[in-house]
Nanobody
Framework: QVHLVESGGGLVQPGKTLKLSCVAS????????MGWYRQAPGKQRELVAL???????NYADSVKGRFTISRDNAKNTVYLEMNSLKPEDTAVYYC??????????WGQGTQVTVSS
């Protein structure tokens, strides 16, 4: 089963950029559909962006045009580049891996705080 470790979170001012990374180990990364989710205090976890094992992407309406998900199968890594950050993007961001026949796997999360 794959194991996921996120990094790249932190405190950033509104309008700035942050890039998250999620490194996978323990399985064949390229077969997994990978996603970034986030959970703000008092709110449910929501999908931010998804990239399939074939490279197709999908985004939440709230981040379209600002966030970009990508993957590097040679490095077993999925990225989330977040531009024009807003205070409402503040949340814990989680990496997720899905493949048919297996339970989904989550990383431990990385905190993103957007504040002046």
């Amino acid at each position: 089963q794959v194991h996921l470790v996120e990094s790249g979170g932190g405190l950033v001012q509104p309008g700035k950029t942050l890039k998250l990374s999620c490194v996978a180990s323990g399985s064949i990364f390229r077969v997994y559909d990978m996603g970034w989710y986030r959970q703000a205090p008092g709110k449910q976890r929501e999908l931010v962006a998804l990239i399939t094992n074939g490279g197709m992407t999908n985004y939440a309406d709230s981040v379209k045009g600002r966030f970009t998900i990508s993957r590097d199968n040679a490095k077993n890594t999925v990225y989330l580049e977040m531009n024009s950050l807003k205070p409402e993007d503040t949340a814990v961001y989680y990496c997720n891996a899905e493949v048919v026949g297996q339970a989904g796997v989550w990383g431990q999360g990385t905190q993103v705080t957007v504040s002046s």
